[in-house]
T-cell receptor, first 115, second 112 residues
Framework: ETGVTQSPTHLIKTRGQQVTLRCSSQ?????VSWYQQALGQGPQFIFQ???????GRGNFPPRFSGLQFPNYSSELNVNALELDDSALYLC??????????????FGEGSRLTVL | TQLLEQSPQFLSIQEGENLTVYCNSS?????LQWYRQEPGEGPVLLVT???GGEVKKLKRLTFQFGDARKDSSLHITAAQPGDTGLYLC????????????WGAGTKLIIKP
């Protein structure tokens, strides 16, 4: 069983640039959620994708956007980067229709630093 | 708005001591999960509790779901340095579409 993989693991951008983060979900999972985690804080929900459509969104501006592909992998795009966007971005996969809702399996994250 | 209050935020104790971390809400959850996260890594699911009053044990860790499914606790017996990490609770609302409500986390340090 293949776990959740994210790329890149680390990257540095400058303010105003755009970034794309990628996630491959765990095999058998059809739902991907993205989280932003600041240092020492809990994860903050960005959005969730199911069947290639956004299935819920947290309190993040429209410059945070995403995609889910037919193979359930996903991308997170952030435009017009700001300094406060520096964080660990976590991807989590899950299965809609699972016996217990909400169990998430996380990747190791992409550490974004905005200078 | 559903909230999960986690306490304490930070705990530093000696190896061998016992500790309890709490997760409280005024909302009812259909299930609640506990995760552990180490620096630079993603959270790892430890346990899911579903039934009110449920108790689950994972070696030295004991998880309890409140009778009303509004709160949960994690008790660690004889803590070890390997237990060090950020412990996070997350609840699935009864009307959720599989989105979780997260606590802010408890940073636990076990000193040898």
């Amino acid at each position: 069983e293949t776990g959740v993989t994210q790329s890149p693991t680390h990257l540095i951008k400058t303010r105003g640039q755009q970034v794309t983060l990628r996630c491959s979900s765990q095999s058998g999972h059809n739902t991907v959620s993205w989280y932003q985690q600041a240092l020492g804080q809990g994860p903050q929900f960005i959005f969730q994708y199911y069947r290639e459509e956004e299935n819920g969104r947290g309190n993040f501006p429209p410059r945070f956007s995403g995609l889910q592909f037919p193979n359930y992998s996903s991308e997170l795009n952030v435009n017009a980067l700001e300094l406060d966007d520096s964080a660990l971005y976590l991807c989590a996969s899950s299965s809609q229709g699972a016996a217990v809702p909400g169990e998430l399996f996380f990747g190791e994250g992409s550490r974004l630093t905005v200078l | 708005t559903q909230l999960l209050e986690q306490s304490p935020q930070f705990l530093s104790i000696q190896e061998g001591e016992n500790l309890t971390v709490y997760c409280n809400s005024s909302s009812v959850f259909s299930s609640l999960q506990w995760y552990r996260q180490e620096p630079g890594e993603g959270p790892v699911l430890l346990v899911t509790v579903v039934t009110g009053g449920e108790v689950k044990k994972l070696k030295r860790l004991t998880f309890q779901f409140g009778d009303a499914r509004k709160d949960s606790s994690l008790h660690i017996t004889a803590a070890q340095p390997g237990d060090t990490g950020l412990y996070l609770c997350a609840g699935a609302g009864e009307d959720s579409n599989y989105q979780l409500i997260w606590g802010a986390g408890t940073k636990l340090i076990i000193k040898p």
